[in-house]
């Protein structure tokens, strides 16, 4: 059975960082792309980065390129979302989701998702 | 990266069928077949019904469909049900090699 499960959210402080992760299994993580989609409070989903299988290829919304840093490591099956310079909004339930194959960005299976709060 | 544009609600009673819409521009889901839909209820995490445009992935029932139309691809629910009470968003492709979402449409089985 593929499981994504999140962690490393919560609050934080405008201006900080945080570092999500989220651990696989049930599937060769090595074979598939990943991806980070957020959703603000009563709002709609928004694609955030995404990263090929062997992290050839990055992706970025616009609304956090240069502040954000997606990677994974293959060896331990995780994926991660470096997040700098947060802004309120930012604030979001994070989700990790994968990828139907390589950057096909069909999104067939979904973490339950972290939430991040950015507030003074 | 705009966000493509869907109808903030559409409602039907059960057994009817409705149509939600996703519509963007020809750098995105007028110019590729890569069109998908997600299904998402509350508190949950969104949930692939429909990929490539008309593609049902394994357990999908076959009550939802979807197609296109130039720049608007489209989702069909027939014989409503009260469980497909949920948020719909639509996603695409675009030439940005990145996809965008849908505003998203909340559907109401009356």
């Not at chain 1, 062997?54 to 954000?68: E, L, T």
């Not at chain 2, 705009?2 to 996703?22: D, E, K, R």
């Amino acid at each position: 059975e593929v499981q994504l499960v999140e962690s490393g959210g919560g609050l934080v402080k405008p201006g900080g960082s945080l570092r999500l992760s989220c651990a696989a299994s049930g599937f060769t993580f090595s074979s598939y792309s990943m991806n980070w989609v957020r959703q603000a409070p009563g709002k709609g989903l928004e694609w955030v980065s995404s990263i090929s299988s062997s992290s050839s290829y990055i992706y970025y919304a616009d609304s956090v390129k240069g502040r954000f840093t997606i990677s994974r490591d293959n060896a331990k099956n995780s994926l991660y979302l470096q997040m700098n310079s947060l802004r309120a909004e930012d604030t979001a339930v994070y989700y990790c989701a994968r990828d139907w194959g390589e950057l096909l960005w069909v999104l067939n299976y979904w973490g339950q998702g972290t939430l991040v709060t950015v507030s003074s | 990266q705009s966000a493509l544009t869907q109808p903030a609600s559409v409602s039907g009673s059960p057994g009817q069928s409705i149509t939600i819409s996703c519509t963007g521009t020809s750098s995105d889901v007028g110019g590729y077949n890569y069109v998908s839909w997600y299904q998402q209820h509350p508190g949950k995490a969104p949930k692939l019904m429909i990929y490539e445009v008309s593609n049902r992935p394994s357990g999908v029932s076959n009550r939802f469909s979807g197609s296109k139309s130039g720049n608007t691809a489209s989702l069909t629910i027939s014989g409503l049900q009260a469980e497909d009470e949920a948020d719909y968003y639509c996603s695409s492709y675009t030439s940005s090699s990145t996809p965008s979402f849908g505003t998203g449409t909340k559907v109401t089985v009356l």
